[in-house]
T-cell receptor, first 117, second 114 residues
Framework: AQKITQTQPGMFVQEKEAVTLDCTYD???????LFWYKQPSSGEMIFLIY??????QNATEGRYSLNFQKARKSANLVISASQLGDSAMYFC??????????????FGKGTLLTVNP | EPEVTQTPSHQVTQMGQEVILRCVPI?????FYWYRQILGQKVEFLVS????????KSEIFDDQFSVERPDGSNFTLKIRSTKLEDSAMYFC????????????FGPGTRLTVL
């Protein structure tokens, strides 16, 4: 079974509008972390936002917020006031466990966001 | 702002040749990773490294792959005998290891095997 599922291969949004990118996850570990990364066409991976499984509040970072619904195992990324520069591939990722010697990330397949002027 | 660096940015090699991909993680980070992204696909975990040894490796990371931290700053990935299917973007990442600390990714090395 997929640990991270991103069901939207592509999304379109008008500039200045908000957009939600979906992510569902599967884990039996009570301690985990969820991350969103942006990959522009240049290829680098840019960290956007993090949500811990025990965090009481949804994470926010500027125009990015994470809609965390633990019971539904979803961690959707909301981008407000979209800009042309937001056009990129967006990956949801999960880190399972609370410590030890490994914090590896498992990634979803990504969603390609296109912002239209 | 500190960043992860990788060299070279692009490597072209012949099938069967050995390649070494180099990374300089952020200096106070303790955990190091290599990931791979075949063109158009998701990012896949290869190996994690902590305290001078491999802490976990994926099934992709077979005997053809090895990692090394030869000095206090570099972290290398060696592919002993490259195959066509090794063509991909290889990302190095590092983290401080605390819960919630994000992994900082390098810009990647695009490996093309001919």
């Amino acid at each position: 079974a997929q640990k991270i599922t991103q069901t939207q291969p592509g999304m379109f949004v008008q500039e200045k509008e908000a957009v939600t990118l979906d992510c569902t996850y599967d884990t039996s570990d009570p301690s985990y972390g969820l991350f969103w990364y942006k990959q522009p066409s240049s290829g680098e991976m840019i960290f956007l936002i993090y949500q811990g499984s025990y965090d009481q509040q949804n994470a926010t970072e500027g125009r990015y917020s994470l809609n965390f619904q633990k019971a539904r195992k979803s961690a959707n990324l909301v981008i407000s006031a979209s800009q042309l520069g937001d056009s990129a591939m967006y990956f949801c990722a999960m880190r399972e466990g609370s410590g030890g010697s490994n914090y590896k990330l498992t990634f979803g397949k990504g969603t390609l966001l296109t912002v239209n002027p | 702002e500190p960043e992860v660096t990788q060299t070279p940015s692009h490597q072209v090699t012949q099938m069967g040749q050995e390649v070494i991909l180099r990374c300089v993680p952020i200096s106070n980070h303790l955990y190091f990773y290599w990931y791979r992204q075949i063109l158009g696909q998701k990012v896949e975990f290869l190996v994690s490294f902590y305290n001078n040894e491999i802490s976990e490796k994926s099934e992709i990371f077979d005997d053809q792959f090895s990692v090394e931290r030869p000095d206090g700053s570099n972290f290398t990935l060696k592919i002993r005998s490259t195959k066509l299917e090794d063509s991909a973007m290889y990302f190095c990442a590092s983290s401080a290891g605390k819960i919630g600390n994000e992994q900082f990714f390098g810009p990647g090395t695009r490996l093309t095997v001919l």
